[in-house]
Each structure stands twice: as C-alpha cells, then as structure tokens.
C-alpha cells in the first residue's frame, strides 16, 4: 500500500469547543463536504546572539506558533427544513448567532444589539488525508467570503486564525494497552511521528489523549490509559 495519500479519501471536520482553545475530537456527525480546506501552523526557534565565552549558539528561543486555516465549500442547504447544513457550525461562528425552529428553519444573524459583548465560538477543525491528519483548536472564523456567480454554483469561503496547531497519524502499539498505565510503546523507529503535545485515540477508544513526552519509542499519555 502507498504511503502518498491522495486527495479523494481527505475528510474534515469541524466541532465547537466547551472551552476555547481546548480541542475536542470531533466525531463523524461534524464532518463538512468541502472543495478544498488548508490547515497551517508554524513555529520559529531563533537563535539566541547573547554575548558568551563560546562560539557556538547555546540556546535557542521557541516563538508563538502562527496558525491560520480556510476551506471552501458549496452554499447549499441540507435539505431538511430545521436542520442546519454541515458547515453550520462555521456559519454560526462566523455571524455569531444560529437560530433554529424545529421542522422549519435554521437562520444565522449577526448579534442584535451591536454593542454587545458575545463569547466568540471556537471551533476544533480536523483534517484526515488517508493515514495522516493535522489538527487544530481554538479556530475562529475572522472572514467569510460568498460567491454568487449565475454561471456557476454558490460557494462559500471560511478562514482565520487559530490558537494550537498540531499533526496526526497512524500507528501500531508494540503491546496491549494497559488500563491504568500512563505510558504505550508504539513500533520500533517509529517515536520520531511523534512530540510533545500530540493528540492520540488508541482502537476504538473515544478518549483523546495527550502526549506529554516522548523517550525513543515510548509515549507517555495524559490522562491515563482506559481499557482498549
């Protein structure tokens, strides 16, 4: 099997989060039908020019990472009155008001009152190509762009910046998992896929965990391990 995943099996999915900037792993019920999405993020580590008794750089400075995001897709309802259409969770976020009426309809408004304070809605984005994945949370759609065009369908753009960045992929366990344990071996050689601050869901588990350090081929998790 080719390790080159192509474009006809990505899926992404969009979530909104309890707290802003904590990611939730979204589930099949949040994937959004797209034309194309980009997640990004970048972190700089620049060298450090303090005066030293050294000719070597001795230290490095980790910056914020920088993370943007879009993806477009049609403008088309879902078709069912009072159900929203798949990318209604970046509707809402973008206008920042969802209103629904069960059977009937579902409308999105800008805040009534235009000096109110709204909590802006975050969301967690995933996007899965084949065997990799890339993630982010704390999204926020800061621009949405309509194209209506008499030649063509409506489309609708989304983008904007988010808080956390992070990739993901796929892996066998060297062992069964242990409930209660704190660490999981994963195949020989393979630690290097993975660093500080990965998300990772062990078989069919719901629980999203954490990695909180990496020691060659061993990840240690947070929190601790449920049963398999």
Same mark, same amino acid.
């Given at each position: 099997?080719?390790?080159?995943?192509?474009?006809?099996?990505?899926?992404?999915?969009?979530?909104?989060?309890?707290?802003?900037?904590?990611?939730?792993?979204?589930?099949?019920?949040? +994937?959004?039908?797209?034309?194309?999405?980009?997640?990004?993020?970048?972190?700089?580590?620049?060298?450090?020019?303090?005066?030293?008794?050294?000719?070597?750089?001795?230290?490095?400075?980790?910056?914020?990472?920088?993370?943007?995001?879009?993806?477009?897709?049609?403008?088309?309802?879902?078709?069912?009155?009072?159900?929203?259409?798949?990318?209604?969770?970046?509707?809402? +976020?973008?206008?920042?008001?969802?209103?629904?009426?069960?059977?009937?309809?579902?409308?999105?408004?800008?805040?009534?009152?235009?000096?109110?304070?709204?909590?802006?809605?975050?969301?967690?984005?995933?996007?899965?190509?084949?065997?990799?994945?890339?993630?982010?949370?704390?999204?926020?759609?800061?621009?949405?762009?309509?194209?209506?065009?008499?030649?063509?369908? +409506?489309?609708?753009?989304?983008?904007?910046?988010?808080?956390?960045?992070?990739?993901?992929?796929?892996?066998?366990?060297?062992?069964?998992?242990?409930?209660?344990?704190?660490?999981?071996?994963?195949?020989?050689?393979?630690?290097?896929?993975?660093?500080?601050?990965?998300?990772?869901?062990?078989?069919?588990?719901?629980?999203?965990?954490?990695?909180?350090?990496?020691?060659?081929?061993?990840?240690?998790?947070?929190?601790?391990?449920?049963?398999?």
């Amino acid at each position: 099997m080719s390790d080159i995943p192509v474009g006809r099996v990505e899926l992404f999915h969009a979530k909104a989060e309890s707290a802003n900037g904590t990611f939730v792993m979204p589930s099949a019920t949040d +994937a959004v039908r797209i034309k194309k999405a980009m997640l990004s993020f970048d972190q700089g580590r620049k060298d450090r020019d303090d005066k030293l008794a050294s000719r070597s750089l001795t230290e490095r400075i980790t910056q914020m990472k920088k993370c943007t995001w879009m993806c477009s897709t049609y403008l088309i309802p879902s078709g069912s009155a009072g159900t929203a259409p798949d990318c209604g969770k970046m509707l809402k +976020a973008g206008f920042g008001q969802e209103t629904t009426v069960s059977s009937t309809s579902v409308t999105y408004a800008l805040p009534a009152v235009a000096n109110d304070v709204e909590q802006p809605v975050a969301l967690s984005l995933y996007q899965q190509l084949g065997h990799l994945g890339r993630g982010l949370a704390g999204a926020y759609v800061d621009k949405m762009k309509i194209t209506l065009d008499k030649k063509n369908e +409506a489309e609708i753009e989304f983008s904007g910046p988010a808080t956390d960045g992070f990739h993901m992929g796929t892996d066998s366990v060297l062992n069964n998992v242990s409930t209660g344990g704190a660490s999981i071996a994963v195949q020989s050689g393979m630690g290097d896929k993975y660093s500080v601050g990965a998300r990772i869901k062990i078989g069919s588990q719901s629980t999203v965990y954490t990695v909180t350090a990496v020691s060659s081929d061993t990840l240690t998790l947070s929190p601790v391990l449920a049963s398999a």
